[in-house]
């Protein structure tokens, strides 16, 4: 089994009636909801409870389950400030040590994200309601998989380029919005033993994570990124290889 940790805020979803709408029992649930299968177990954990109180001032991380997770999907958007340093380095951490990430939308944003790239992930951005064009730049990778050519979305957040991010190892997908701009939407990069996905659709005002396509990429990053190793790579003091006994197969 793969074992996901869905986080979320979780403050738009009680404070936004219209997104209400959208996500009645929260955008971690409807990720939940689609992604859990035979060989994927799903828990969630977000910063706000359901009283819109942070009540856990780790926020639903600590590094027990961290270590109990094989790939964390993060949504952030508004309250980026409000995870702890700490918990972010936790995060940081577990995906050097092999812990998949799936950064979803505005977690380019998230510090764990930021610590990890090293860069502002800056981008430019429009609430206008642009329709937008995803296109596949790599069909044969696994997270592309299932993928036609492009998909569309009637509705996303635009968000443009330059995103101010590492050249990415992989850039699997390019969006291209009905006003004009492009953005590298489907970005694949490894930091230690662990890999890291950012996804750029999302927005709380559309239902995105409802759409079949967006489905299939984040099932397919979540079965990609699930460590195959974890280890931390320390940093040992050692001897010269002829003073050590012959490897010996
Ligand atoms: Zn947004």
């Known amino acids: 089994m ?49 009283n819109r109180e942070i009540s856990d001032p780790n926020c639903g991380i ?3 389950i961290l270590d109990e997770t094989d790939v964390l999907i993060w949504w952030g958007h508004m309250a980026h400030h409000h995870v702890p340093d700490a918990v972010a380095n936790l995060v940081r951490d577990a995906v050097l ?20 790239l090293g860069t502002s992930c800056n981008l430019c951005w429009r609430e206008s309601g642009d329709s937008e064009l995803l296109w596949v730049i790599e069909p044969s990778h696994p997270i592309t998989r299932g993928i ?12 443009g380029e330059p995103f101010v991010i590492p050249t990415p190892d992989r850039l699997l997908l390019i969006g291209n919005y ?10 694949l990069y490894c930091r230690g033993n662990g890999k890291i996905f ?11 994570f409802y759409q079949p396509a967006v489905q299939t990429v984040i ?30 197969i």
């Open 62 to 64: 600590t590094k027990e």
């Open 148 to 159: 036609d050519r492009c998909f569309r979305l009637e509705h996303e957040e635009t968000y």
């Open 219 to 248: 099932r397919n990053a979540v079965r990609f990124l699930a460590p195959t190793y974890r280890e931390t790579t320390a940093c040992p003091h050692v001897r010269r290889i002829d003073d050590e006994e012959p490897y010996v």
């Open 97 to 116: 040590s092999g812990m998949g990430m799936i950064a979803l939308h505005s977690a380019h944003h998230s510090k764990p994200f930021r610590y990890l």
């Open 2 to 50: 793969i074992r996901v940790l869905v986080w979320n805020e979780f403050k738009h979803e009680q404070t936004d009636e219209e997104v209400r709408k959208i996500y009645p029992r929260g955008i971690h649930n409807a990720i939940a909801d689609f992604l859990r299968s035979d060989d994927i177990e799903v828990r969630t954990a977000t910063l706000y409870d359901e």
């Open 198 to 208: 950012y996804f750029q659709p999302g927005h709380e005002t559309f239902p995105t």
């Open 178 to 187: 009905s006003g004009g701009e492009v953005f590298r939407s489907g970005c």
